[in-house]
């Protein structure tokens, strides 16, 4: 590994963190116009307000920044994700400041990324190759355990708002991960055996289950193995020309399913969200192209909650009997 690298990696991982912290602030935005992938993306003219609005608008009220939106049944963060990723930031030597934003927020994962990766740099130019392989054995670990787990899911998430700048971020995100993965080599053999993920909710082998059950699944990534945002129910909303209420995600998508079956607009609304579905299977499918070590494995947890849902969104269809 040649210092050069390590160290442009823990500057790119460093933009990334604030940009997703902070957004587009007037700051940070020499720094996003001189990185040529983003600068293209960088809204002209600029308009602070405007800025700030869109990154409160996706990351604040649709797709929720925090690894235990993604792995926790609960989706609630404080909980055992949350602990965990705290515990990686501890593990690192890496001060995050979590009075804003809690120790599992995307931009600590990447500042944290960026701090080892420094670090690996500063090893490398003072000829310390144990502390350099110490560093990398730590950012394999973090990406095996931790990041890799969660953050396909919330890229993929992110690009499916109508925000051009966080859907190339996004990508860009995606990509020097990736990228950062493969170069580290094969998983260690110590690695945890088990994913980071509970066992799928047995939902339809309860007879007393009813829509607003049915939406607390959809909504819970670490059961349904998808994303379902504020938008995106209202897209589903609109298509059927159905409404979907206000609150919590899982309150909106059980209001939606409501109205669907008063309406009898039920079958096209599953419809939508099996396709829904069928677009999450395409993305783990072409991600598992990328032939990054340790992937598949996590590609195959994820493939398999679509499959479910999947599964269970037919049964849904075909319960002419099912009384909600």
């Known amino acids: 590994m040649h210092p050069d690298l390590s160290l442009a990696r823990s500057r790119a991982y460093a933009l990334f963190s604030r940009l997703y912290r902070d957004g587009l602030a007037p700051e940070v935005l020499p720094a996003a116009r001189a990185v040529p992938e983003l600068a293209g993306a960088v809204p002209e003219p600029f ?5 700030a609005a869109d990154h409160y608008d ?15 049944e609960a ?7 949350t602990d965990d990723a705290r515990r990686w930031l501890r593990q690192a030597g890496y001060h995050a400041e979590t009075s804003r934003e809690s120790a599992d927020h995307i931009g600590h994962a990447l500042g944290l990324l960026a701090f080892i990766s420094g670090a690996e740099a500063d090893a490398l130019n003072d000829s310390r190759a144990d502390e350099a392989m110490r560093m990398q054995r730590l950012q394999r670990r973090f990406f095996d355990e931790h990041l890799l787990w969660w953050l396909p899911a919330f890229c993929y998430a992110t690009q499916q708002h109508s925000h051009p700048f966080y859907i190339l971020l996004a990508g860009l995100t995606l990509d020097l991960a990736l990228d950062h993965r493969r170069g580290l080599g094969p998983p260690d053999e110590a690695a945890p055996a088990n994913a980071p993920l509970p ?10 289950t009813g829509l607003k059950d049915i939406a607390r699944y959809l909504t819970t990534p670490a059961w349904s193995g ?3 945002s504020r938008a995106g129910i209202g897209r589903l909303g609109r298509a059927e020309h159905l409404p ?11 209001n939606l399913l409501r109205a669907a079956a008063d309406y009898d607009r039920l079958d096209p609304l599953l419809a939508q969200l099996q396709e829904i579905v069928q677009a999450w299977q395409s993305f783990y499918k072409t991600l ?3 032939d990054v070590p340790g992937l598949d494995r996590m590609i195959k947890v994820w493939l398999e909650r679509l499959s479910l849902t999947e599964w269970m969104i037919d049964q849904i269809q075909e319960a002419s009997d099912l009384k909600f």
């Not at 308009?47 to 800025?51: N, R, W």
């Not at 996706?58 to 926790?72: E, G, I, Q, R, T």
């Open 226 to 228: 998808l994303y379902l």
């Open 199 to 208: 066992d799928p909710s047995a939902l339809l082998d309860d007879a007393k």
């Open 244 to 254: 979907r209420g206000f609150g919590a995600r899982a309150q909106m998508l059980a």
């Open 288 to 290: 598992a192209e990328r």
């Open 47 to 51: 308009d602070a307000e405007q800025a």
């Open 75 to 81: 989706g609630q963060v404080g909980g055992p994700v």
């Open 58 to 72: 996706l990351f604040h009220l649709n797709v929720f920044p925090y690894a235990s939106l993604f792995l926790d």
